[in-house]
Nanobody, 124 residues
């Protein structure tokens, strides 16, 4: 599975962005998908995860109520809708795929594939 993230950019605080992660390969729907972020000088953080079927989701406390993860298995794509963005959301965002839903968001974040990052910058 190859993952290609897109949709990052510069936005003012309070604004919105939608990230997309397009996957190649017929096995996309077999994987739980997650979004992670890493800010300069900080460790990588799991932001949101969605199960292969889309019926289960996980969110970090820092983004609950503001971010929404979704997936379209017919399009091999996972999305992260980010609303009410804050300067502390500034980071490089990565998408990842893992076979076990809970293991994707449980440290040490067991994942099988990673996409390249997309920069999200929120100005105050």
């Amino acid at each position: 599975v190859q993952l290609q993230a897109s949709g990052g950019g510069l936005v003012q605080a309070g604004g919105s962005l939608r990230l997309s992660c397009a996957a190649s390969g017929r096995t996309f729907r077999s994987y739980a998908m997650g979004w992670f972020r890493q800010a300069p000088g900080k460790e990588r953080e799991c932001v949101a995860v969605i199960s292969w079927s889309g019926t289960s989701t996980y969110y970090a406390d820092s983004v609950k109520g503001r971010f929404t993860i979704s997936r379209d298995n017919a399009k091999n794509t996972v999305y992260l809708q980010m609303n009410s963005l804050k300067p502390e959301d500034t980071a490089v965002y990565y998408c990842a795929a893992g076979r076990n839903y809970r293991s994707v968001f449980t440290i040490p974040y067991e994942t099988d594939y990673w996409g390249q990052g997309t920069q999200v910058t929120v100005s105050s």
